[in-house]
C-alpha cells in the first residue's frame, strides 16, 4: 500500500521559511516523478514544483527563485524548502507521486503552512 505523508507545515511570518517533508513508503520512489502541489481556500490545486525521476526539476513561475524541491532517493523523501513566503502561499500542500509526466497516481493527505503576520 503506497503512503505519502507530509510533514513540516505551520505558521510563518512574512519573509519567513519553511522545509516541508513527504516520507513514502510502498513504491519504488526513485521510478517516480514526484511533485508539490497547493490548495487555497476557494482556488483550485496548483502545481508548485515536481522532481521527475530523471532530475528535471519544473518550477511554477510564482515559486521560482524562492522555494527548492529536492529529493533523497535513499530516504524515500521529497522536500520543499520555502523562503521569503508570503500571504499569497497559504494553502495546503500536497506532496504526489506519478509515473508517467505530469500524471498524479498517489497523493498524500496535505500539511497546511499559513503565511501570517
Known amino acids: 500500500q503506497v503512503q505519502l505523508v507530509e510533514s513540516g507545515g505551520g505558521l510563518a511570518q512574512p519573509g519567513g521559511s519553511l522545509r516541508l517533508s513527504c516520507a513514502a513508503s510502498?513504491?519504488?520512489?526513485?521510478?517516480?516523478?514526484m511533485n508539490w502541489y497547493r490548495q487555497a481556500p476557494g482556488k483550485q490545486r496548483e502545481l508548485v514544483a515536481v522532481?521527475?525521476?530523471?532530475?528535471?526539476?519544473v518550477y511554477a513561475d510564482s515559486v521560482k527563485g524562492r522555494f527548492t524541491i529536492s529529493r533523497d532517493n535513499a530516504k524515500k523523501t521529497l522536500y520543499l524548502q520555502m523562503t521569503d513566503l508570503q500571504p499569497a502561499d497559504t494553502a495546503t500542500y500536497y506532496c504526489?507521486?506519478?509515473?508517467?509526466?505530469?500524471?498524479?497516481?498517489?497523493w498524500g493527505q496535505g500539511t497546511q503552512v499559513t503565511v501570517s503576520s
Open positions: 504526489a507521486a506519478g509515473i508517467n509526466g505530469y500524471d498524479t497516481d498517489h
Open positions: 522532481f521527475f525521476s530523471g532530475g528535471k526539476i
Open positions: 510502498g513504491l519504488t520512489f526513485s521510478f517516480y516523478n
